[in-house]
């Protein structure tokens, strides 16, 4: 049995059962097949667990970045599942795009020639640049016979979470220009693209961050749990300062709980004064700075400190505790480190 208090270190629950109900909800969004992007292991929840609970889900497509990843996805995945990477082909991965049967999104016409003759007759796609100008066949170096024999050609947008960006219209026409009249299958829309709508959906989407339960995608349920706990509390004269830097000083007796985690365990040094983590439901304040594994919280309101103080949860996502770091969830999650006890319910 598990018991929280029983812990030394934070607590990460992942609600699986909420990574597969934003899978589907978002698949319910358009009637394009609906991948899942798994890169950078699986947004930092576990790529073996979220790429099986996609599975289970339905996705039959996965993205990955590098074909490192792919190959650890093969492995979690078996046979059957199609695994695409994004970085293409590079030099030293055809091995693992041959043995693990991963199909390289291919960027460029280096890219193309040196698939053509290292792996001739195995699968890939084409990624174009529609005008992100990060990855991509560029408009000038692209020929539509480049396609003959793809299983996909894709692009991704730059500005797909604001809504009203004039970059989402030109990049969907930038696509059309370039693919229109392809009987090759068509990906432009990640997240984002998938809430502008069904003109960007095409025969496939490649959500992430929402199947986590991040922004853009407001509907998503909340899938990842952090309760830190609480190693010792003491009370503070006014005046006293607690933490590096003295940079937290009691304007009135305060009470001082030291959590175990810091920014080794992914809570970057930028949330210091300004996190909130909660105490069964009452918010309270990270008093000073984020050490490596150490965070100090004024408790100074909450009479009964409980065992552990909540950091993320309904109470509060990972974009709202990105917000106030001055960065976005995608960030928080790929940050979230090794050292915690991961839950998996
Ligand atoms: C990361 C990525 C995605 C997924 O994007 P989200 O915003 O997390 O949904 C899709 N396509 C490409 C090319 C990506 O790099």
Redesign the pocket.
Known sequence: MFHPNAMGTGTLTIDTAALAANWRALDAKSTAETAA?V?ADG?GLGVALAANTFAKAGARNF?V?VAKEGVALRAALGPGPEINV?SGHMEGDTAHLRDANLVPMLNSPEQVARHQDSLPGHSFGL?LDTGMNR?GIEPYDWQPEMANGATLV?S?LAC??EPDHPANAAQLNSFRQMTDGLTVPRSLA???GILLGEDYHFDLT??????YG?LPFENAKTVVTLDLPVIQTRVLQKGESAGYGCAFVAERETKIATVSAGYADGLIRAMSGKATLFADGTPCQLAGRVSMDLLTVDVTDVDDVPDTLRLLGPHQSVDQLADVAGTIG?EILTSLGQRYNRIVL
Do not use: E, N, S
Request: proline share 4%; hydrophobic share 45%.
């Open positions: 992007v890169k947004y993205f970045a994004f990624q990855l894709m991704h797909a979470d990640a997240t984002g490649r959500p992430g961050v929402g199947l991040g995608y």
